[in-house]
């Protein structure tokens, strides 16, 4: 089991560039690279990483931001007898980029990363209203991580990427879950 602490890529490093990360893809190698403290500055992105304690080596990282997306493309078992069904569209707090450094993957590190940011969109929910949190997957093997974790796919269809959804009350029902078994 690695044990990891999660903290604020602008906190590590500032304007300095990033410590080394390469998961595989190229885009969520480039967007730690290149753009995510740029995001940070104006608040449009905000990228959390993962470090092994005590060395403080970069595991991984995830980004979030809000977002919109059309309510017509949502399942309809989630669309319908919600209170957006009548809405264009709906608020979402949104997972841009999710990534582990290769040679760390396959270790739970993924999980442990997307439930840390399950645990803020929850942080979110107590404070803003929002429908859901939404990522993209890339494939199927991503998308089955995904759905073990509870997000349902925007379509059954194979095509990819995939924009899939864990609606609000899962959230909350997770954090408070969660909280529970703290106490
Ligand atoms: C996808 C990714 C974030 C998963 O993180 P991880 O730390 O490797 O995954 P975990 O160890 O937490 O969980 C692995 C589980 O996810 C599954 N999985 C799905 N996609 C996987 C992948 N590309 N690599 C490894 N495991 C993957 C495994 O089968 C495993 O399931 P199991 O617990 O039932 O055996 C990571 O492999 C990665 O960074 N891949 C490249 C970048 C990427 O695809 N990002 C997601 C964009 S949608």
Known sequence: MVDIEICKLWDICGNSRPPHFECGIRDVDRFIKKDARKHHKRGQTITFCGREKPTGTLLGYYCLSMDAHP???LPSKIKNGSHVQSEKAFPAVYMPYLGVNRGWQGKGIGEHLLMDAVDRA??????????????????????????????VPFTDADTFPVLMILPRRSI???REMAADSVE
């Open 122 to 151: 929850g942080l979110i929910a107590e404070n803003v209203g929002y429908f859901g949190m939404t990522l993209r997957a890339i494939s199927p093997e991503t998308r089955k991580f995904y759905c073990k974790l509870g997000f």
């Open 71 to 73: 309510t017509s493309e």
């Open 172 to 174: 909350v029902e997770t």
